[in-house]
């Protein structure tokens, strides 16, 4: 899947925030999508780089993959299960 030019369903703007914030709300708004929707994320926290991969293979979603953005930041992408 090519990660540049992927659409996604939705857009969670974690930049700034620490661990557990990005994680808690990435939970959160997965829980609101359709099956086989894309969620990504945007964070800038160091701790993400494990923790939403991990997370993002749990409950029947599927991590996509991540990408760091030109911008100093990492854009996480999950399928909602």
Do not use: W
């Not at 996604?8 to 990005?22: A, E, K, Q, V």
């Not at 800038?44 to 100093?72: C, H, R, Y």
């Amino acid at each position: 899947m090519d990660l540049e030019n992927i659409q996604s369903n939705s857009i969670l703007d974690t930049r700034g925030l620490t661990c557990p914030m990005p994680l808690l709300k990435t939970k959160k708004v997965l829980k609101g999508m359709a099956s086989g929707e894309i969620l990504e994320i945007l964070g800038t926290d160091p701790g993400s780089k494990k923790d939403i991969p991990d997370f993002g293979n749990k409950g029947g979603n599927q991590f996509v993959g991540m990408l760091d953005a030109s911008e100093g930041h990492t854009r996480y992408f999950i399928k909602k299960g």
